[in-house]
């Protein structure tokens, strides 16, 4: 049922204040403040009541709150305000941090017609160049999303220095549709703006491409990344936080130039240089530990804090890569540890390693070592193609889970008085792209016959037969790491 509401559906002003009368309410509070028929209630919590239902927070608020009929349509839900609704969850951390709980769907893209190549002449940017922004506490211990409390609505836009690398993002997206290779579009592909997946699996949500008719692609859509969100709840809607420093300081600059060549110009003047010299410049203590050349990348960026506002909102890793003399990479690249448990009960397409590389870009800064010192040698922008993802690195995740799940087996060896244990997961040398090792320092076992080895409340993690053993991490293999750079 629709019900009659008292805004001006013209004037986005009136819009926001309508909207901002949500503000510390839940949602069962603003449904029972409607004069409802009896049982209607009843209807409605059942209709909106439903955890599973994606979009039914926000479908409760366009019927129920603001008196329209929900729809896909592609104009703006108040097309004569020019103004987009969208209800978005957050989720408040461990340690306390506000983050936006999923990424922002704006539009579907279109594989049945041309794309525009253009940001301001999309008919995604004609939807969602104004936004109300209704931010809700998503809080998993409530029974139901009903209970779940709305505390952020607010109209937004993005500002200017956040729009022309929207418009940059675009125009990727849309240039490699148009080079037929959407099967080949990957969301860390760009900075705030992605392309995300849309259905349940791969196989189920492939269709034909408008420009390559005989290579399916999987249903996309239009987004602003997860990253970009957190940032636009904690520095443009909750304003008691603490701003990222910005690298580019005039947003004309990127008028002439993308960001990604900005950045490694500011890189690129330096290099030559060794890290000792840049240490001395920029006034940091010369220690070689791991933190030192990340710092100094930040430094030729004109970062003091190591808090880059571009890399926040695009969830941008910055990495040092050093080589040898021999241009041979010593290290592979870590990444954060997996419990084994959780491991086992993930899908590939809703794993946490998918989740990070599909999502995630990376700011490579390379240096050779030259004597006792690593010299500059250049930097780049690098996102791991959607082919490795979907096929190399799946198989190499698959075969780490079915090894886990069929049950890892040890073999003890001892040496003098040093207990050594070996496994059976795969090796570096059975996946061209990952591996897992450990991630903790010191082994730590507990093994089925009650046998313990280090410290395993520390340095271990269930596995799912009751065995404890060493936490492990993905590690990037250096020799796939060396065939990306391109700056050498």
């Not at 110009?265 to 240490?279: E, F, Q, S, Y």
């Amino acid at each position: 049922m629709i019900y009659s509401v008292e805004y001006d559906n013209t004037d986005p002003v009136s819009i926001e204040a309508y909207g901002k009368l949500l503000e510390g309410k839940t949602f069962l509070e603003v449904v029972k403040q409607r004069v409802l028929p009896d049982g209607e209630l009843d209807d409605i919590l059942r209709a909106y009541g439903n955890k599973s239902r994606k979009g039914g927070l926000g479908n409760l608020l366009e019927e129920v709150y603001f008196g329209y009929r929900a729809n896909s349509d592609s104009e703006a839900d108040f097309n004569e305000a020019g103004v987009e609704l969208k209800a978005t969850p957050y989720e408040i951390k461990k340690n306390g941090k506000k983050s936006a709980g999923e990424r922002l769907v704006l539009s579907m893209i279109s594989y049945e017609q041309p794309i525009e190549m253009e940001l301001q002449d999309s008919h995604m940017w004609e939807k969602s160049r104004l936004i109300l922004l209704v931010y809700y506490l998503r809080n998993r211990q409530l029974k139901s999303n009903l209970l779940y409390s709305i505390n952020y609505v607010k109209l937004f836009t993005p500002p200017e220095e956040d729009l022309e690398i929207i418009k940059n993002d675009y125009r990727i997206i849309a240039e490699k549709i148009a080079a037929g290779k959407a099967h080949e579009l990957s969301e860390s592909d760009t900075m705030y703006l992605g392309a995300c997946t849309k259905g349940a699996t791969a196989e189920k949500s492939t269709v034909p491409q408008y420009y390559n008719p005989e290579v399916k692609a999987r249903k996309r859509a239009f987004c602003y990344k997860v990253s970009y969100m957190t940032y636009v709840l904690n520095n443009y809607i909750v304003t008691d936080k603490v701003l990222y420093e910005p690298i580019v300081k005039d947003a004309n600059v990127l008028r002439k130039t993308s960001f990604e060549k900005y950045i490694q110009g500011l890189i690129n003047t330096h290099i030559g240089k060794t890290d000792r010299n840049l240490c001395a410049l920029y006034g940091r203590e010369y220690n070689n530990n791991k933190a030192q050349w990340i710092d100094l990348a930040y430094y030729m960026l004109g970062i003091k804090s190591g808090r880059a506002q571009e890399f926040e909102k695009a969830n941008i890793v910055v990495k040092s890569i050093r080589l040898e003399e021999n241009n041979r990479m010593k290290e592979s690249m870590s990444f954060p540890p997996f419990r084994f448990r959780d491991l086992v009960e993930e899908e590939y397409e809703d794993s946490n390693i998918y989740a990070y590389f599909s999502e995630t870009k990376f700011f490579f800064v390379v240096w050779k070592r030259s004597g006792n010192e690593y010299r500059l040698v250049g930097s780049q922008l690098w996102n791991m193609p959607q082919e490795d993802l979907e096929q190399t690195v799946r198989s190499g995740w698959e075969a780490v889970r079915n090894t886990i799940s069929n049950g890892v087996c040890f073999i003890k060896r001892q040496i003098g008085n040093e207990i050594y244990v070996e496994n059976n997961l795969p090796k570096k040398a059975d996946n061209p792209i990952i591996h897992v090792r450990p991630h903790a320092k010191r082994s730590a076992y507990l093994f089925s016959d009650g046998s313990v080895i280090g410290n395993v409340g520390r340095d271990a993690n269930e596995l799912p037969n009751g065995e404890y053993m060493t936490t492990q991490s993905f590690w990037i293999n250096n020799t796939y790491i060396m065939q990306q750079l391109d700056c050498l």
